[in-house]
């Protein structure tokens, strides 16, 4: 379903936080506008700080990819655990890829292993995806090299 961006904007513009992040990822994304980094930027940010969990992921990918901005990894994990901790699925699997591969940060098994634990404790509520099957995946191997959980 393809979002109604006047009314997205008008909403956005009087401060609705659904609405500024809605307007964000389609910035990003590219959804029914051209990709514009700097506006998607600006959406984003206003509301990541207001606790907006998808916003925060979101504006977290931005930090991590440098897309549009300098890269900042610390920055980018800082926003994927504000959102990670309000259950935000793809925030928590991504914080398990950061600290499993050592992204911007030294190898961390054990936060690895949280992220993915909670990540994939969402199954019931999440459509089987890519991600869920990564984080099933890791908390097999760790049960199968014998690994008891931290």
């Known amino acids: 379903m393809s979002p109604n961006l006047p009314k997205l904007r008008s909403e956005a513009d009087s401060g609705s936080v659904v609405a500024q992040a809605t307007l964000g990822i389609c910035f990003l994304e590219g959804i029914e506008v051209e990709v514009n980094l700097m506006e998607a930027f600006r959406y984003l940010s206003a509301v990541a700080g207001r606790g907006a969990s998808r916003a925060q992921a979101n504006l977290a990918r931005m930090y991590a ?20 901790t309000r259950g935000e699925f793809l925030a928590q699997v991504e914080l398990g890829r950061i600290y499993s591969r050592g992204i911007g940060v030294s190898p961390s098994p054990q936060p690895a292993f949280k992220w993915y634990s909670v990540a994939a404790s969402q199954q019931a509520s999440i459509a089987d995806c890519e991600e869920l099957r990564e984080a099933k995946d890791c908390l097999t191997r760790k049960r199968d090299e014998g690994h008891a959980e931290p």
Request: hydrophobic fraction near 45%; charge should be negative; aromatic fraction near 4%.
């Open 65 to 84: 990819e440098g897309l549009g901005i300098q890269k900042d990894m610390p920055t980018a994990i800082q926003l994927y655990e504000a959102a990670a």
